[in-house]
Every structure is written in structure tokens, then in C-alpha cells.
Nanobody
Framework: QVQLVESGGGLVQAGGSLTLSCAASGSIFSINAVGWYRQAPGKQRELVAQITRDDRRNYKDSVKGRFTISRDNAKNTAYLQMSSLKPEDTAVYYC?????????????WGQGTQVTVSS
């Protein structure tokens, strides 16, 4: 069984910074792509940033230059560094990992962590 545990959310003032972590545990052979998503109240979940196993990254336009996604394959952990935060970044943030279990890959999600940016 695989579990993803997120941490690092909280309340921050506009212009501040937060770093989210997502640690995977269990019977993991390898982790392929990792994504960070967010969902604001009344809105659909959206992809914020994604990183492949070979460190190719892509970002939602509104976070480019402010957010950085990274991963530590040895620790099965992914990170989202967020800076210059804006009130519109307020949302529940979820990590998603494509994890290979033996010969099959599955998509796993974290429980979500609240990020609130005050103006």
C-alpha cells in the first residue's frame, strides 16, 4: 500500500513564502511524474506544476517565476516552493504521483494541505 503525506501549508501574508512537501511511502518501485494541484472554493482542481522523473518541469502561467517544483528521488519526496504569494493562491493544495508498483503504475493523491494568503 502506498501513502502520500503532505505538509507545509498554513496562513501567510501576501508576498510571503511557503514550501509544501509530499512524502510517499510503501511498496514503491519508482516514482514517475509528480504534480501539484490546487482547488479553491467553488472552483475546479487545477494543475499548478509538474515534474517528470528526468526533471522536466512545467508550470501554470500564473505561478511561473514564483513557484518551483522539485523532487528528491532518494527520499520519495516532492516539494513546491512558493514565493511572492498572492491572495488568489489561496486553495487546498494536493500532490499527485504516478508510482510504479512492480510492472504497473498507479496514480496516488495526497490528502491536501490548506494554503491561505491574506491581503
Amino acid at each position: 500500500q502506498v501513502q502520500l503525506v503532505e505538509s507545509g501549508g498554513g496562513l501567510v501574508q501576501a508576498g510571503g513564502s511557503l514550501t509544501l512537501s509530499c512524502a510517499a511511502s510503501g511498496s514503491i518501485f519508482s516514482i514517475n511524474a509528480v504534480g501539484w494541484y490546487r482547488q479553491a472554493p467553488g472552483k475546479q482542481r487545477e494543475l499548478v506544476a509538474q515534474i517528470t522523473r528526468d526533471d522536466r518541469r512545467n508550470y501554470k502561467d500564473s505561478v511561473k517565476g514564483r513557484f518551483t517544483i522539485s523532487r528528491d528521488n532518494a527520499k520519495n519526496t516532492a516539494y513546491l516552493q512558493m514565493s511572492s504569494l498572492k491572495p488568489e493562491d489561496t486553495a487546498v493544495y494536493y500532490c499527485q504521483m504516478d508510482i510504479r508498483i512492480t510492472i504497473t503504475s498507479y496514480s496516488y493523491w495526497g490528502q491536501g494541505t490548506q494554503v491561505t494568503v491574506s491581503s
